[in-house]
């Protein structure tokens, strides 16, 4: 099976891991922040702190602006749930703007609309977090205007987007947002197995979120209640989890940002290869904003029904029986039971539902070679035609 994300893991990346596992620390050691510097060099952000998953990454963002009981979180449904569930974590509520029909993305207009209501209505929300999906920026120009109107705080979810650029900064800059969040998960841009870090350049984040990374236990004088007891001493001084990356994990994501333009460049030229060899077929192929380079976590295609005697389903099966491992991103967040319990309908986002109904993920990552590419878009012709 070609599967539709993967891993690339070369002799530098074991050695690193290597170098961790005979030395002295394993877990949160040297390597964390050696990592965390060349995360934040590269995204030209000022601080970045390490955690174990995107998704604990997204929970430490959520903490760090105190969002709590009474307060509003709004993402995108056409994301992982990680993005809404963040806020629940919190005691939050979660609320969605419907996506983009040309970009799958967090709609402006949509957003501009609901915040319009919700100031109406008292419900204002008090972040939002766009999802940078497939690896493309959302237009935080834009987002970054109403968060000033509107008072609320952006926290980027760009786990599918390390390694891409908007209006040419880095995805992480933190030009128009106060923290981004990535996940190195083994299909994402780069990996460390489980992973994920918050970059931010505002100090009192990124304080916040150090702490809320290791229980909320400080061992820094300064921000001690209490003179210390001794040299041993340490306080609890905010509630946080165990979210600490491990220094085997950090050698492995330091080692992988080395390589990191050339994992995209070659996920450019995968998609490039595909929108060439895809056109004549009745599918939609993913529109590219000029303002942004897309770090390509992921290429879907849209079936045009009405042109397909196939249902998406048969599609997919077909590809699958192929062993070409195609997937679907994504069940937008509110059609999950979970979501739906809450109050959330179907019909509620009618954009990312009916982008659900149509869209088949390719697969694309560094390893796969053009023979494998030429399979897949020949398998495609034969299907679809
Ligand atoms: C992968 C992903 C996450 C969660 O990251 P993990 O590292 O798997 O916890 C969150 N949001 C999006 C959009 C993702 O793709």
Redesign the pocket.
């Known amino acids: 099976m070609i599967p539709y994300g993967h891993q690339d893991i070369n002799e530098a990346d074991i050695a690193a891991v290597e170098d961790v596992l005979r030395s002295d620390f394993i877990t949160q050691g040297p390597a964390v922040p050696k990592f965390e510097k060349a995360v934040a060099d590269y995204c030209g952000a000022k601080y970045a702190v390490a955690v174990n ?4 990454a ?1 929970h430490i963002a959520c903490q760090a602006i105190g969002l709590t009981q009474g307060d509003m979180l709004w993402t995108s449904p056409n ?2 749930a ?2 809404a569930n963040c806020a629940l974590y919190c005691g939050a509520a979660v609320d969605f703007a419907d996506i983009d029909p040309k970009t799958y993305n967090i709609s402006v207009d949509k957003l501009l609309l609901k915040l319009k209501q919700a100031e109406k209505a008292g419900r204002l929300p008090k972040a939002v977090i766009p ?1 940078h999906f497939a690896g493309q920026s959302c237009q935080m120009a834009d987002i970054a205007e109403l968060a000033k109107q509107y008072h609320f705080i952006i926290i980027e ?1 760009a ?2 987007a390390i390694g891409g650029t908007y209006q040419d900064a880095k995805i992480g800059s933190g030009m128009y947002a106060d923290m981004t969040v990535f ?3 083994p299909v ?1 841009i780069i990996t460390t197995g ?3 870090m918050v970059v931010t350049n505002t100090a009192s984040l990124y304080e916040k979120l150090s702490l809320l990374r290791n229980h909320g236990i400080t061992r820094d004088p300064v921000q001690m209640t209490r003179a210390p007891h001794g040299s041993w001493y340490y306080e609890q001084i905010d509630l946080g989890c165990n979210y600490r990356m491990t220094d085997i994990q950090a050698a492995l994501g330091a080692s992988q940002m080395v390589r990191i333009d050339e994992f995209v460049k070659k996920r450019r030229e995968i998609a490039l290869y595909y929108d060439e060899h895809l056109r004549n077929l009745p599918v939609i192929t993913p529109y590219q904003s000029p303002e942004c380079q897309s770090a390509w976590h992921l290429y879907v295609i849209c079936l045009k029904s009405g042109q397909i005697k196939k249902s998406r389903r048969e599609v997919f099966d077909l590809l699958r029986a192929a062993k070409i491992g195609v997937n679907v991103h994504y069940i937008p967040v509110h059609t999950h039971p979970y979501y739906q319990n809450m109050g959330f309908a179907y019909g509620d986002f009618p954009e990312a539902e009916s982008y659900y109904e149509r869209a088949v993920s390719l697969p694309i990552y560094f390893g796969l070679s053009t023979d494998q590419q030429d399979y897949i878009i020949d398998t495609l012709k034969k299907l679809l035609i």
């Open positions: 998953s995107g998704t604990s997204l994301t992982f990680a993005s999802v979810d786990c599918h996940s190195f998960h994402k489980e992973g994920g």
